[in-house]
């Protein structure tokens, strides 16, 4: 009995040491930020790169030797410019016998024209008059048209690559490689590659009025170069030239922009921002104070008017800047903690102080996915 009595009282004095020691456990101190609704202009950043808008090979139609290259390479080419010249003397000679042919076929066709109204000759020999004009004077305007050839133009206006021929070189009519190329750069087009989703979303943006369209159905866009700064002409994204690829279901949508100096050069790395309207009543909270449970639902904790905190789950839209844009779950003046969560449980009381890892950078909207 006396050692039932003794373990008796061992275990209430364990019980009472725990009980001390729950109540003297420190109260877990978390920072936190209290969020606020203000208005928010929206946009969507599109990753993309730039194209040619057209883009040309300048290549031989005659065979010949180069005699002359006429243009500075790198510079810009107006349509119809000489670029080569091709040694044309055979072709000088080709369009001399071709003439003369023509002048003997002309005269013969109208000596018997003459001779077959009296019958001195048959109809037979006139046809075969005729047709031999004919033929002399295709032969004559092939015979120019080499000529012209040897004088080899630029097809497009604009920027012309270095020289792949150089003076002495032999090309011929249908080689494989080209003597240069000359691509045009003004407008330019940026073509950004995007998931499917994407395309509808900015489709249901348009419907409900968020985004503004022309009658074409182009939505206006502006450019932000690879190294930040941004591009001073405005452009357009055209819905209508949507090419979807079957094998990964994504969307390349293109946009078309003015290049009158060049600056935008193709291969060129650039994001297309798209205005979707101001969000009047917008909620942002750092990304820092969202975590997702197993079902990947976002979720932040939530301190009460008690100094408790609750888990409550809530619904993002997308990341602006370096916070989370939330659509439901939060209300304008509420608390969320941003530090010490890891020592967080529903209904525990805490001491919460201002965070000091939050910068709100609001700045980054640009760059809002």
């Known amino acids: ?137 295709a032969e004559y305007q092939a015979s120019r048209i080499n000529l012209d050839y040897t004088r080899v133009t630029a097809p497009i206006t604009g920027k012309i690559s270095r020289s792949r021929v150089s003076e002495g070189a032999l090309v011929t009519n249908g080689q494989q490689q080209a003597m240069a190329t000359i691509t045009q750069l003004d407008p330019i087009y940026v073509d950004i590659v995007q998931p499917v989703t994407r395309l509808l979303d900015l489709q249901n943006a348009v419907a409900r009025g968020l985004i503004e369209t022309d009658i074409n159905d182009d939505v206006e866009v502006s450019l932000v170069l690879e190294n930040g700064e941004g591009y001073g002409h405005k452009g357009v994204l055209k819905f209508s030239e949507v090419v979807v690829d079957e094998g990964t279901g994504s969307v390349t949508l293109r946009a078309e922009f003015p290049n009158p100096d060049g600056k935008l050069l193709p291969g060129m790395f650039v994001r297309a921002l798209v205005e979707e309207g101001t969000r009047p009543d917008a909620i942002l909270v750092p990304q820092q104070a969202v975590t997702r449970d197993t079902r990947g639902v976002p979720n932040v904790w939530v301190v009460t008017a008690e100094d408790t905190v609750e888990r409550r789950p809530i619904e993002t839209a997308r990341t602006v800047g370096n916070t989370w844009l939330v659509n439901s779950g939060l209300q304008d003046g509420e608390i969320v903690v941003t530090e010490g969560i890891q020592r967080l449980a529903p209904g525990v009381a805490v001491q919460a102080a201002p965070a000091s890892n939050v910068d709100i950078r609001k700045e980054l909207d640009a760059q809002a996915r």
């Open 1 to 137: 009995m006396v050692t039932l009595i003794a373990a008796t009282l061992m275990l209430a004095g364990c019980s009472n040491q725990d009980s001390q020691s729950q109540q003297q456990a420190p109260v877990p101190q978390v920072g936190v930020y209290q969020v606020t609704s203000e208005p928010l202009a929206l946009s969507s950043s599109l990753p993309g790169r730039t194209r040619a808008w057209r883009t040309a090979e300048v290549r031989p139609q005659v065979n010949g030797i180069i005699e002359e290259r006429l243009f500075t390479e790198g510079s810009v080419v107006e349509q119809g410019a000489v670029l080569y010249q091709i040694d044309d003397a055979t072709y000088q000679a080709a369009l001399a016998r071709a003439n003369a042919n023509l002048v003997n076929a002309r005269s013969l066709a109208s000596r018997y024209e003459n001779l077959v109204g009296s019958r001195s000759i048959s109809r037979q020999q006139y046809d075969d008059a005729l047709a031999a004009l004919r033929s002399a004077e």
